[in-house]
């Protein structure tokens, strides 16, 4: 009995969607800071359309390409001597690092927004912070009392996802980010992500049980460099 022919998934990526991938990684915090101001320049119904496009290689309207070369053909052409400048005086004037807002599901769940699809929402500017590239805030209660719900953290990309044990990272892993303590593991492809509240329990086990990742795994490593939290009045 012959098998039936499988059917061909191999996803084709338009050249124009390379184009913008590569024009994208260029200009985006040159010409536009994250995915929510571009989505509203070529005129996406919601920031998640770039994300698609960037990780997933979903195919771009070649109308769309258009536009967002037209609207940023002095960078793309290399005629930026003014944009420069302005962009100089603007980020003298916006000392700092980006604050993205970004909040928790409903369900409770440590999962966060993609800071791509976001726009700042202020800038964080204090000694000890100057080598941080952004600050997120805390939502949940798995890092009390190292992290209280609602405070605010300034955090460094480590690139080479070189974890130092025992230091608390803000990472993104498949769909979840969070922030845990990195302790190290069994193997040496493998950390244990701990939660400091080691005190909240359903029924006789943990709340927030500590669990294996795979460093290859980790889509994003942040150290938490420093901490800024809520004033109680």
């Known amino acids: 009995m012959n098998e039936a022919p499988k059917s061909n998934k191999i996803k084709i990526i338009r050249p124009e969607t ?11 915090g040159k010409a536009f800071t994250g995915n929510a101001q571009l989505a509203e320049v070529l005129g996406f119904n919601s920031p998640s359309s770039i994300t698609e496009i960037i990780k997933s290689r979903q195919n ?13 053909s002095d960078l793309i052409d290399g005629k930026n001597t003014s944009i420069n400048q302005e962009n100089t005086t603007t980020n003298k004037a916006e000392a700092g690092i980006p604050m993205y807002e970004i909040s928790a599901t409903a ?46 953290v300034a955090l460094k990309v480590i ?10 990272y803000y990472i993104e892993w498949g769909e979840y980010r969070m922030y845990k ?29 500590p669990f294996i990742i795979k460093i290859v795994d980790i ?3 942040c150290l938490v ?8 009045h």
């Open 60 to 72: 771009i309207d070649p109308e769309k390409l258009r536009i967002f070369k037209e609207k940023y």
């Open 225 to 232: 460099k420093d901490i800024h939290k809520k004033h109680n």
């Open 181 to 209: 303590r990195l302790l190290a593991g069994d193997n040496a492809d493998e950390v244990v992500a701990h939660s400091d509240n080691t005190t909240e329990m359903i029924g006789s086990r943990l709340k927030y049980a």
């Open 107 to 152: 369900s409770g769940v440590e999962v966060y927004n993609d800071i791509n699809d976001s726009m700042p929402v202020g800038r964080m500017n204090f000694p000890g912070i100057e080598d941080c590239d952004f600050a997120l805030p805390v939502w949940g209660h798995s890092m009390y009392p190292y992290l209280e719900n609602g405070c605010w």
């Open 18 to 28: 390379l184009e913008f991938i590569i024009l994208y990684n260029q200009l985006k």
């Open 219 to 221: 889509k994003k490593l």
């Open 159 to 168: 690139h080479d996802k070189k974890i130092l044990p025992g230091e608390v």
